[in-house]
């Protein structure tokens, strides 16, 4: 095989392989917006808390655990 051939070949499959990185771009799912059923809920309950006014910042949690 004569070196012309072996680097057609090699850019081919560079071609190749940087098209299917792409799809799998396209279609990775993003792990860390996955959420299970229980964080949802406690999502749900600290918009509830936030909306009622039980939640405190971490700096005055901190005060109040003497930290």
């Known amino acids: 095989m004569s070196e012309i051939d072996l680097s057609s ?3 081919d499959e560079l071609i190749f392989i940087k098209a299917e990185l792409n799809e799998i771009k396209e279609h990775m799912v993003d792990v ?3 959420i299970s ?3 949802r809920q406690l999502v749900r ?3 509830i808390h936030e909306k009622e ?3 405190i910042s971490l700096t005055d949690f901190k005060k109040q655990q003497g930290l």
């Open 53 to 55: 006014g039980k939640l």
């Open 45 to 47: 309950e600290s918009l």
């Open 32 to 34: 860390d917006s996955i």
């Open 9 to 11: 070949r090699i850019f």
């Open 37 to 39: 059923e229980e964080e």
